[in-house]
């Protein structure tokens, strides 16, 4: 009876507690429990891998700084595939707190980057915060070269691969790194007037993202950090994603368990009472 | 041989998360408040800055060019901050509404196609043609909409089938709230990953995180137990 009730009612500090320990503990000694790819991966690798030094990508990181601890796997995995296929990059923030991600990243991919020759301006430019609001969305997709005149160092941009870019239809890609923020906007100005778009979205936006996948304004849709682990597996560069896993997995577990106490305590408690009021 | 500059950052970043899950001991705590007040005035401070320079890229850049339209959205701006002075805070409706206009106009032509019509040409699926995968993702597509569009029948009485399949409906949806949620505790917990790992890749920033968290909960609990928690907490 005691046991049942104190599965209903338990101090929630416990669980905070074991949640802490959960995750940390496999952080900081890591255990290599197993994953598997999704389709879903599957066809977001495929969408990156077709690209070429031809195509344009506009790399969009749609995120604050916390929502780039989660999906920072799949930012890094995207952007060295990229990178490999030597398709040219521009990078847009649409968070003050993101203005110092695409460094971070181009850090975490140096390797990469001098074994390619990828050259700032030439292969790559990095905007900073261009995209604060809808209206900034809209006037990029309509008149680019109208809006985006300097890069985030204050350089002009003229004389790099930008030049191309006149309005949405001279990208070949949207890659939207997000927690939620421009997201819309990019579907409304690019996505539904045809620029093809892949998301790398947080866990708790999967599902008001599926229905953009439903109806074909994204090719691909990456699965917040588990998606990114699962592109280093894909792509053969294990980093931050696969080195979470453990922790991820086991914090699903537990999270199961305690449905499952919660529960039983539930049910036995409204047995134990519903038999004393009888 | 650790770059001193990333080290300190490293330090201060874990003290003030791991003050910041301070609020999770369940009671308010000035350790919590130190990590709160640095937060916000960092944030600040930096979205500001962050648009004065965008200010300067897209407007003054703009203007240099020959975009003397520009200028406008200049006087729009200054006329926003009237609102500061009473005498003038009439100024501010005009820029207020134009970009509550401009707003609504920009989003309300598209939202018609993402959010509505795009959504029902998705849901309206071929039946009988494709690979068995496809049809049966087709068929559970098709059957839980109309089981739960039955659901929000309000107009008719709802009894006999259309009950039973409203039923069902209801149902399938605890079913998808279900894997909201499972989705939202992923991501919640896909935050919570991400910021630790923050302080456990490298190796070297290990020790780090063990003695901030060590700091935080030793000072955490011995406040407590000398009554300061409540008492050193600035109020709001």
């Not at chain 1, 074994?115 to 990029?140: K, M, Q």
Request: charged share 15%; glycine share 8%; net charge negative.
């Amino acid at each position: 009876m005691s046991l049942l009730k104190s599965f209903n009612s338990y101090d929630s500090r416990i669980v905070y507690l074991l949640l802490f320990l959960i995750v940390t503990i496999p952080l900081l000694s890591p255990m290599g429990l197993p994953i598997s790819v999704s389709p879903s991966t599957v066809t977001y690798y495929e969408v990156i891998d077709a690209l070429g030094p031809d195509d344009l990508v506009l790399v969009v990181l749609d995120t604050e700084f916390s929502g780039y601890m989660e999906i920072q796997s799949g930012i890094i995995a995207s952007m060295r595939v990229m990178v490999e296929r030597d398709a040219k990059m521009c990078v847009a923030v649409s968070h003050p707190e993101a203005t110092g991600i695409p460094e971070l990243v181009f850090a975490a991919i140096k390797n990469t980057v001098d074994e390619h020759g990828y050259t700032y301006g030439e292969d790559y430019v990095i905007l900073g915060y261009v995209f604060p609001n809808e209206a900034a969305v809209a006037s990029a997709a309509q008149d680019w070269q109208g809006v985006i005149h300097n890069d985030f160092y204050g350089q002009s941009t003229e004389g790099t691969f930008l030049d191309q870019i006149h309005d949405w239809s001279d990208w070949t890609l949207i890659s939207d790194y997000t927690t939620g923020i421009q997201s819309g906007s990019l579907i409304n100005h690019f996505g539904l007037r045809g620029t093809p778009m892949i998301v790398n979205c947080i866990g708790v936006m999967i599902s008001t993202q599926m229905p953009y996948l439903s109806t074909g304004i994204y090719q691909a849709l990456l699965q917040s950090m588990r998606g990114g682990a699962e592109l280093e597996y894909l792509t053969g560069h294990p980093g931050p994603g696969m080195t979470a896993m453990d922790a991820f997995t086991l914090g699903h577990y537990m999270l199961i368990v305690l449905i499952i106490i919660g529960n039983i305590g539930y049910f036995g408690t409204k047995e134990n009472s519903r038999r004393n009021v009888e | 041989m650790t770059d001193p500059v990333e080290l300190s950052i490293m330090v201060v970043g874990c003290f003030l998360s791991m003050c910041m899950f301070s609020t999770l001991y369940g009671k308010s705590s000035p350790l919590y408040s130190l990590a709160e007040e640095s937060y916000i005035g960092f944030a600040t401070g930096l979205t500001i800055v962050m648009n004065l320079m965008y200010i300067y890229n897209t407007g003054v850049v703009g203007i240099q060019g020959g975009d003397w339209i520009l200028i406008f959205g200049f006087i729009l701006g200054i006329a926003t901050l009237l609102r500061i002075n009473p005498k003038y805070s009439y100024f501010s409706r005009l820029p207020i509404a134009i970009t509550l206009g401009a707003q609504l106009g920009l989003s309300l032509r598209t939202q018609i196609y993402t959010g509505f019509i795009d959504q029902i040409k998705a849901s309206i699926v071929p039946l009988f043609e494709g690979s068995a995968k496809t049809l049966i993702y087709n068929w559970t597509t098709f059957i839980c909409v109309i089981f739960m569009l039955s659901f929000f029948l309000y107009t008719i009485e709802i009894k006999g089938p259309i009950k039973l399949s409203a039923k069902i409906g209801e149902y399938l949806m605890y079913a998808s709230f279900g894997a909201i949620f499972a989705q939202t505790f992923m991501g919640r917990l896909g935050l919570f990953v991400g910021s630790i790992q923050n302080f456990t890749v490298p190796p070297w920033k290990k020790p780090i995180l063990i003695a901030c968290m060590a700091i935080v909960l030793v000072a955490l609990i011995a406040l407590d137990k000398l009554n300061l928690l409540e008492k050193l907490t600035p109020e709001e």
